[in-house]
Structures are given as structure tokens and as C-alpha cells.
């Protein structure tokens, strides 16, 4: 077993070992991953693993920064598997920045099952949301589905999925928000101002303005406070 490191070698599979039915391409190869995780342990049994599955090159990370460094050395892996509580930054964010930089299949393996956290994960372009605390077959199948070109979510947060991210307004007709709408409509409800909102999401307190004002329009309310409400009451964040 290699040893974390952006100097060192990654875990290898000898070639020729993959099943069949793991191909996630038409050529016969081995796939390649991109794990990150702040936990080595769990690292290390995820790399395993998968190589188990047929993972040709796993490479390993332990923070946003290595990830990124990662992924600028390696350019796309076939699949990468990352943790959403990293403790330098935001896995959301890594899992779009990834997706922006032609990574084909992002699985998020997450501790949390909470709503706001499922949407978003999918919303930023990963194909399935485990739990640390799924059993390995459950993980094992989720991962196979996004090799094979599917999606997959753990069956304990399948339901959260089924709602959207659709709110009820004040005449009770479902309305659908938009993912920056919801990550607004998050940052009023952790009390920042929109001059803050605009600072954390890099937008103009203008465009700030703009977005609460679609989302009262959608919601039949211009009441911060009631915006937030319908959100929560619906599940669409926390």
C-alpha cells in the first residue's frame, strides 16, 4: 500500500485484473480514481476497495488543497469519491470545481444524510451520496452505478431527493428554486446581510438583491424572515 503524498506513488492494480462488467469505458482498462478524505483509514479501506473492483490508479487526498493539487497533476480520473467535511474548505465546492474541469463521475461520501447537504451535493454535479455508515455493499453498488453512467443515492436519503427543491409559497403551489437561490436563501437564514451573502458566494450585493427578489416573487413574499420559513418547512435548507 502506498503511502499519501503528492511526491509519493499512488496505489496501483496489475493490469489485466478488472472485471468485465467494470469497464466504464469501451476500451479494456483498468479505471482510474481520485479519493479524498481527511481520515486515513477510511482512505485507505475505500482504496482498497475499489481496487478490489477493478481500480487500476488510486490517487489519495486528505484536504481541498491536496485535491486540487491532485487533480492539476493527474487532470480528470475516471471516478473520484470525496468527502463533503474537509478541513480546509467546502466539498460542495470541490465537487463543482472538479465537474467544471471535465471530471466525468463524482461520488460524495458523506457522514451527514441532512436535506440540504443531498440536494446540494447532486446540484453541483455528483452522481451519487453515500454514508460513511452505509454497508459495503451499498457502497459497492453505488459506485458500479456511476461507473456504469448512473446515479445512485444511499436508500436512507433516497426520499429527500423525491421532494426537489421545490417550495411551497404562500398560496401553497410548489415552486421550483434554483441552485443559487437556495444557497442565498441559506445564507439568510445563517443572519448574513446580502453585502455578506455576496462576499461568501463572489456576487455583487446587486445580484444579491436580485436573487431574494425572484425568490419572493416565486414564493409570494418579500419577508426575509417568511422566505426562510417556507425554505426550511419544506426541507430545502436548514
Known amino acids: 500500500m502506498a503511502a499519501v503524498g503528492l511526491g509519493q506513488a499512488v496505489r496501483t492494480t496489475p493490469a489485466g485484473t478488472m ?39 488510486v ?10 493539487a491532485r487533480a492539476l497533476a493527474t487532470g480528470p480520473c475516471d471516478l473520484a469519491i470525496l468527502d463533503l467535511g474537509l478541513p480546509d474548505g467546502s466539498g460542495i465546492d470541490l465537487v463543482t470545481e472538479l465537474r ?24 453541483a454535479g455528483a452522481q451519487a451520496y453515500l454514508l460513511k455508515s452505509a454497508s459495503p455493499m451499498v457502497v459497492t453498488d453505488g459506485v458500479r452505478r456511476v461507473l456504469e453512467g448512473g446515479v445512485y443515492a444511499d436508500p436512507s436519503v433516497a426520499p429527500v431527493l423525491a421532494a426537489g427543491t421545490r417550495v411551497p409559497g404562500t398560496d401553497n403551489t ?17 443572519g448574513r446581510s446580502n453585502k ?3 462576499e461568501a458566494l463572489n456576487l455583487s450585493a446587486l445580484t444579491v438583491k436580485s436573487h431574494l427578489s425572484r425568490i419572493g416573487r416565486k414564493l409570494g413574499t418579500g419577508d426575509r424572515a417568511q422566505m426562510v420559513a417556507l425554505a426550511m418547512r419544506a426541507g430545502v435548507i436548514r
Open 59 to 68: 490517487h489519495e487526498a486528505a484536504s481541498v488543497a491536496e485535491a486540487r
Open 196 to 198: 455578506e451573502i455576496g
Open 174 to 190: 410548489p415552486r421550483e428554486l434554483s441552485a443559487r437561490e437556495v444557497e442565498v436563501l441559506q445564507l439568510v437564514a445563517d
Open 100 to 123: 467544471a474541469q471535465g471530471w466525468p463521475r463524482i461520488v460524495v461520501l458523506a457522514s451527514s444524510d441532512d436535506p440540504y447537504a443531498v440536494r446540494a451535493a447532486f446540484q
Open 19 to 57: 472485471p468485465a462488467n467494470m469497464v466504464p469505458h469501451p476500451r479494456e482498462e483498468l479505471f482510474s480514481v481520485l479519493v479524498v478524505d481527511d481520515h486515513p483509514l477510511l482512505r485507505e479501506a475505500i482504496a482498497a476497495r475499489l481496487m478490489q473492483m477493478g481500480a487500476g490508479t
